[in-house]
């Protein structure tokens, strides 16, 4: 059989070694040795016949079947992904209520919260769901508002989803974005005693920053109660994984290296806790003129900075590293297993476009998900005439899809402009690969 060179492949060198990541297969190779670097180098690019010698890069996707359309073949695999039912990922909003009223939200918060009817609702249409898909993994996200504020609710539909899954062998994964504000002893043992032991609570950079961004609905800083939040996890004896988020503007960035070796010292030296940064959005009508946002023009390139950063001082970047894994760009919301479940009922793709009409897709009736069809495959159909385009010879597509993030082409359709992550964070993509590879030592 006669193999081709992979057109997803991306070959870096650094300090002597070859380091090669394969976007399709998720391969990620690194050569050391000098007669290996010279073999590779005298094969790359070539129409060979597959022997004992280079099959190590077939089996690894970095050479695949010269007759293969390995474009077709990503689609393909994109497609599966995109419309697998052996999962189940829910994004449950118990309350749109919150304790903080931070100034780039772009919800707006009620003190409304799901009534009993639509607990028991939501709980007998996932065992519904299931009945006809029997999927085997449920991944359940709890979202707000803030959750914390609903912790009955939250409890109340685990204890029943927890109930039902040990009962009929299905893997359950539970996790929760949390404001960390209201946080106590009692809270994070009942969390933790429920199972959801992975949490993302946000801290925006020093204290007198911070304190103008996330602000409570009494107009204080929240900083010292959410980084009490943080030293009371980081005493316990539980075994839990919490990201530290930063959203950051102009403001925050000029602070940031100094923040995060303070983070480093408080916090990140636990291999409990890790980082994510992510700059603040214009989300349209939210947006407040407080906020000093970074311009589109200089999001590459801020990118770029911090991830170097973030390397130079060896902060655990996993959370950085959605390229590294084949669809690992593309947003939950593009994918037919995901859904966002409101406090009342009403079904959603995007946690973002919460009241825009587009993400209504459908209600939780009748204890079963009853869909929009039209509005629902607006979010899930991949956008062909995106793929005609550019991505047919883009390195990237197998991670992203043909663009990571689907409100351009659900609110545009064919005129949309999808931003392409290879063109925006390429160099950046390189830097982490690199670090990433070395962290994980994956040595051939």
């Known amino acids: 059989m006669k193999v081709k060179f992979s057109k997803y ?12 990541y394969n976007t399709r297969s998720s391969a990620k190779i690194i050569l050391n040795l000098q007669e290996e670097i010279d073999y590779f180098k005298s094969i790359k690019d070539k129409v060979l016949e597959l022997d004992n010698f280079n099959r190590i890069y077939y089996d690894n996707g970095i050479f695949i079947d010269e007759t293969v359309d390995e474009y077709k073949m990503a689609f393909v695999s994109g497609c599966q992904k995109m419309y697998d039912t052996s999962k189940l990922n829910l994004i449950i909003m118990p309350t749109r209520n919150c304790d903080l009223r931070c100034i780039y939200c772009y919800e707006k918060h009620e003190p409304k919260y799901m009534s009993e009817e639509t607990v ?46 040990n009962s009929n062998n299905i893997i359950y994964y539970s996790s929760i974005t949390t404001n960390g504000y209201s946080m106590d002893k009692q809270k994070f043992d009942k969390l933790i005693n429920l199972g959801i032991k992975n ?27 959410i980084f009490n ?3 009371l996890m980081k005493n316990s004896n539980y075994d839990f994984s919490c990201t ?3 959203n950051y503007d102009m403001r925050v960035l000029m602070n940031l290296e100094k923040f995060i070796d303070f983070l480093n010292k408080q916090l990140l030296y ?36 911090i991830n170097k950063m973030l390397i130079s001082k060896n902060v655990n970047i996993e959370k950085h590293c959605a ?44 204890n079963e998900f009853k869909y929009n069809l039209e509005k629902l495959y607006k979010w899930i159909s991949p956008p062909i005439y995106e793929f005609n385009r550019k991505c047919k010879t883009c390195k990237c597509f197998p991670t992203c899809f043909g663009g990571s993030c689907p409100i351009s082409y659900v609110k545009m ?13 390429g160099e950046v993509m390189k830097d982490i690969t690199l670090e990433y590879m070395d962290r994980k030592k994956s040595v051939k």
């Open 270 to 305: 636990d291999d409990r806790f890790k980082l994510l940064v992510h700059s603040i959005g214009d989300y349209g009508d939210s947006l407040d003129n407080r906020l000093e946002l970074i311009t589109q023009s200089l999001h590459s390139s801020t990118t770029k900075i």
């Open 413 to 425: 359709g064919d005129s949309a402009n999808t931003i392409c992550i290879d063109e925006i964070d």
């Open 120 to 165: 028991i609702q939501v709980i007998n249409a996932i065992k519904n769901y299931y009945s006809s898909t029997k999927f085997h993994y449920l991944n359940i996200e709890w979202f707000g508002g803030e959750p914390l504020l609903a912790i009955d609710i939250v409890e109340q539909i685990t204890i029943a989803l927890r109930k039902f899954c």
């Open 9 to 20: 492949n991306y070959i870096f060198e650094k300090e002597g070694s070859i380091y090669i």
């Open 323 to 366: 390229a590294m894994y084949c669809y690992g760009h593309k947003c939950y919301a593009s994918r037919q297993d995901s859904l966002v479940i409101d406090y009342d009922g009403r079904l959603h793709k995007c946690t973002v476009l919460i009241d825009d009409d587009i993400n209504n897709v459908g209600v939780v009736e009748n």
């Open 229 to 231: 939040t943080f030293r």
């Open 244 to 246: 530290v988020r930063i």
């Open 199 to 225: 949490y993302q609570i946000t801290i925006d950079g020093e204290k007198e920053i911070h304190d103008k961004l996330r602000i409570t609905k009494e107009g204080y800083g929240s900083w010292d109660k």
